[in-house]
């Protein structure tokens, strides 16, 4: 699944159609498609992993699931989600799931939950988070509603960083090092979108899906942990549980 880092830059590779009208729509999504023809695009936003496509009174909101893909001005050799066809140009979607959201795009989401939004607020997230005191911080990282646009490559690299075991419980977890935890998830999520722009990124992991920890020199633990049963990849001596 595209983490919110990778949203970002399907926006920045679409924003050229901001202004433009759709003068047809293709695909097999159950939408009603006819409603996008002739409607002008006036911006496109991205909360997290979802990219959102706005026009006056209603968005389009994209979610890529664990597959999906776009392409502009090409054609995979398979059926479209859907195609917006524009006078000049057109772009195209792939096994995502697409749904309209009615309204002021505002009363849909808290912008203040995206990690990487300008109006992303550290002090919600630790009140948040203080309230799944009983959940893993593996589980915690990957609530997409205190940290919206995380995912499980961002939650290794920045347990690893601040030096956190996957299984820790959050009420274990001192105040100072959830503050940190919280202050990195932004860091790195920054870091995360210059090293994709730049086609690097995993020459940057420092934990995901390596054989061995940089620090300790020890095998790194692969283990699907937490309730989500997402990979995790940790050293258990420099990677602190806390009980």
């Known amino acids: 699944m595209p983490e919110g880092p990778s949203i970002i830059l399907v926006k920045e590779n679409t924003k050229k159609f901001i202004g433009k009208k759709i003068v047809s729509v293709s695909g097999d999504s159950k939408i ?3 409603r996008l023809v002739n409607q002008k695009i006036i911006d496109i936003k991205t909360c997290g992993k979802h990219y959102l496509i706005c026009f006056k009174g209603f968005t389009l909101k ?6 999906g893909s776009y392409l502009v001005n090409e054609k ?3 059926q479209v989600r859907l ?5 000049k140009g057109e772009l195209n979607f792939y096994t995502c799931a697409i749904k309209y959201l009615e309204g002021d795009i505002n009363d849909h989401y ?3 939950a995206d990690v990487m939004n300008d109006e992303w607020d550290p ?3 630790k009140t948040k988070l203080k309230k799944q005191n009983e959940m893993l911080v593996c589980d915690a990282l990957l609530e997409q509603d205190i ?3 995380v995912g499980n490559i961002i939650k290794n690299e920045v347990l690893y960083r601040v030096r956190l075991h996957p299984e820790a419980v959050v009420k274990d977890i001192p105040s100072s090092k959830l503050k940190t935890l919280i202050d990195e998830s932004r860091i790195y999520s920054f870091e995360f979108l210059n090293w994709k722009r730049n086609l690097d990124l995993k020459r940057h992991w420092l934990v995901y899906t390596k054989k061995n920890c940089l620090r300790c020199h020890l095998p790194i633990i692969k283990k699907y942990t937490g309730v989500k049963k997402r990979r995790s990849f940790f050293c258990e001596k420099c990677q602190l549980i806390y009980n």
Do not use: E, P, T, Y
């Not at 994209?62 to 597959?67: A, D, P, V």
């Not at 195609?83 to 006078?87: K, M």
């Open 123 to 125: 002090k919600k997230a």
């Open 110 to 112: 808290d912008w203040s």
């Open 147 to 149: 940290f919206s646009g």
């Open 62 to 67: 994209i979610h890529f699931l664990m597959f």
């Open 83 to 87: 195609g917006l066809i524009f006078s």
């Open 32 to 34: 009603d498609q006819q």
């Open 76 to 78: 995979k050799d398979r």
